[in-house]
Structures are given as C-alpha cells and as structure tokens.
C-alpha cells in the first residue's frame, strides 16, 4: 500500500496555470485522509495556495497536515503547522549565482537588442531572483497579457536569448517559459531534487510513492522521477487523474 500520492501540477491537476477543479479539489481532500498529498512544481508558493490550497473545501487542519508543498521543483518545502503554512526549508541559489546569470540575460538581451528597458511600468524590472531560479521576463512582471502575448509568439525572440546566454554561461540552465520569461536554474535543480528531499522529510522509500504525471516521456520534465525508480501513472491531463484517484480510492 502506498503511503505518499505525489504530483506534478500542470496538466496533471489543473489546466495549466489554472485553479483545480471542485472535482479534483473534492478528491484531493478525500485523500488528505489516507495518504501524504505532495504536489511538487516548478512555481511559486502563491501559486500552489492559488491553484490548489483554496481551491479545498473545508479541510481540517488535521487534513492538511498530510498537505505537503514541494515548490520551485522541490528546492522548496512547506507544510501546515495546525495553524500556518511554515517553510521547512529552502535552497536559494548563492548570490554569487545570481550575480552571474543575471549579468548574463542582460547582457544577452541587449547585444540582441531585446533589453527593453524604456517599456517597463514604473517599479517594475526585467530581471527578478526568485530565490531557487533567475527570472526574466522582457516586459516586466506588470506589463498587460496582449502586451506580453504579443512580444515573442514564436519564442524566437527567447531561444536566441537562450542560445546566446549558454556561450556566455554554459554552466546554468535556460528554460522557456509563460509568454516572455526564460527561468535560469543550475543544473539538476529538477524533480530528482524535490523528490530526494521527499524521501527525506517525510521519511519514506521510494516504494512508498505513486507519482502522477504528464510529461513522463524522456526528456518531459516528470521524466526524472521515472527515472529514479518511483512508481509512476503518466496521465493526459486532469481528468485522467481524477479517474485513477477514483480508482484508489474505491478501493480502500
Ligand atoms: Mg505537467
């Protein structure tokens, strides 16, 4: 019997980017009751109460104690304390780190001609440390959804980024995200990460997990937990996982 129902949140639990549904939400809670509930993501921590933790309705704080949030690709652990939700730990990267990468995007960008500077609202900056990744986003974090839609459809603006970048710093990371963001990350700061860090916290064998995911294919980032050997059902989107947690929950 499995102890530990982990998740990826994209296309797993929700339409990206977006709140879970009551379907999922309901079946979430049911479980909080019989297993460790452990999302791990590449997002923020608002992001996971946004998209999952109001989403419950009622839980007990006895239920969300068995809630444990793998943020950041698992580089950060929060968990409930019966009263608040506390961070169990974190690993930034170093300063030095950040120094470094964001010396490198701007650097990038200009010589592309794609640093820009004059459109962003006041406050507001290209370049943001997200404490575990290096955020750039072209716009600025305030800029307007057409705004952003419309700077780098193609994502041609972002991987002549990218590739300019990995001559400049080969030793992080790149990855091409949302609408005018590329996240710098060092190198496998992946799931494995989140997961090794799992096994540790909740004090479980890989045995003891059943892992869902969408991008279980080798090179999808859900792919390095297949790899370490933890049991793992590849789902098409939400739905799919709402019909495998019917599934184990009937049968309990
Ligand atoms: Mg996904």
Redesign the pocket.
């Known amino acids: 019997m499995k102890k530990v129902l982990a998740f990826?949140?994209?296309?797993?639990l929700n339409v990206?980017k977006t709140p879970i549904t009551d379907d999922i939400a309901d079946l979430l809670v049911k479980c909080l009751d019989h297993f460790e509930i452990c999302p791990i993501?590449g997002q923020k921590f608002d992001q996971f109460l946004i998209q999952i933790v109001d989403r419950l309705k009622n839980p007990t704080p006895e239920q969300l104690k068995h809630l444990h949030l793998f943020v950041a690709q698992g580089t950060q652990y929060y968990r409930y304390n019966g009263e608040k939700w506390e961070q169990v730990y974190n690993y930034p990267l170093t300063d030095e780190q950040v120094a470094k990468i964001s010396q490198t995007i701007e650097q990038a960008a200009k010589e592309l001609g794609f640093w820009e500077e004059d459109k962003l609202q006041p406050g507001d900056e290209i370049i943001e440390n997200r404490l575990s990744q290096v955020t750039f986003s072209a716009l600025g974090q305030k800029a307007g959804t057409e705004a952003k839609y419309a700077w780098d459809p193609d994502c041609k603006k972002r991987e002549k980024i990218v590739a300019r970048c990995k001559e400049l710093a080969p030793e992080f990371d790149y990855e091409i995200g949302g609408t005018t963001s590329i996240n710098a990350i060092t190198p496998g700061m992946n799931k494995v990460f989140g997961m090794t860090h799992l096994l540790e916290e909740l004090n479980v064998k890989k045995e003891d997990i059943l892992y869902f995911?969408?991008?279980t294919q080798p090179g999808g980032?859900?792919y390095p937990v297949v790899k370490m050997g933890i049991d793992t059902i590849t789902v098409r989107n939400h739905e799919d996982t709402a019909y495998a947690l019917r599934g184990i929950l009937g049968v309990l």
């Open positions: 990826d949140i994209d296309q797993t990206a993501s995911g969408d991008m980032n859900d």
